[in-house]
């Protein structure tokens, strides 16, 4: 089935640690994107993808990083330079980033700072 | 600055009521495109439906319906007759460009948790 798988769906880290969330898709999307979501929050864009090998900030990408070698992934590296990281990341695609181009979700991983 | 507003942070019903949930938003683009998503407990987010700002005629899916009211920058979701299954949290977002690239991106609302009680 196509879709968008997320690992792992929780993730523990301790403070200091940088720590990588993993993000596929096999929609054949060119582009992905990662969201952060707090309680009671929508959903607030990190970093997103329109092709392979290239990228660009969202607007909370301040320790955060990413990378996109391979249309099929895009995954997330939370570093210690982010201080507040818990919180539930949703990774998407879309064919494009055009207006009408809705955007398809992975069941997310909530991360915990211990 | 585009926003998206949810102003109902939480309903609950009892089964089989009808729920309207709110949404307005703020753009100065002529072209948009309005989303509803819904976020059920499993946490992925799954698309319901796309508007286009030059589409004002209502939508009806089952027991879903949608209004789109330019005029008010109103975006809102019906459910009728709602049951059980229904509960979740539901995100209305506009889509706005990037200058940096003129790609777009969602713009998201801070979601309606609705509970529906047997």
């Known amino acids: 089935d196509g879709g968008i798988t997320q690992s792992p769906k929780y993730l523990f880290r301790k403070e200091g640690q940088n720590v990588t969330l993993s993000c596929e898709q096999n929609?054949?999307?060119?582009?992905m994107y990662w969201y952060r979501q707090d309680p009671g929050q929508g959903l607030r864009l990190i970093y997103y993808s329109q092709i392979v090998n290239d990228f660009q900030k969202g607007d909370i990408a301040e320790g955060y990083s990413v990378s996109r070698e391979k249309k099929e992934s895009f995954p997330l590296t939370v570093t210690s330079a982010q201080k507040n990281p818990t919180a539930f990341y949703l990774c998407?695609?879309?064919?494009?980033?055009?207006?009408?181009?809705?955007?398809?979700f992975g069941p997310g991983t909530r991360l915990t700072v211990l | 600055a585009q926003k998206v507003t949810q102003a109902q942070t939480e309903i609950s019903v009892v089964e089989k009521e009808d729920v309207t949930l709110d949404c307005v938003y703020e753009t100065r683009d002529t072209t948009y495109y309005l989303f509803w998503y819904k976020q059920p407990p499993s946490g992925e987010l799954v698309f319901l439906i796309r508007r286009n700002s030059f589409d004002e005629q209502n939508e009806i899916s089952g027991r879903y319906s949608w209004n789109f009211q330019k005029s008010t920058s109103s975006f809102n979701f019906t459910i009728t007759a709602s049951q059980v299954v229904d509960s979740a949290v539901y995100f209305c977002?506009?889509?706005?460009?990037?200058?940096?690239?003129?790609?777009?991106?969602?713009?998201f609302g801070s979601g309606t948790r609705l509970l529906v009680r047997p």
């Open positions: 929609l054949n999307h060119d582009a």
């Open positions: 977002a506009l889509s706005e460009a990037r200058e940096v690239d003129s790609s777009y991106k969602l713009i």
């Open positions: 998407a695609s879309s064919p494009g980033t055009s207006s009408y181009n809705e955007q398809f």
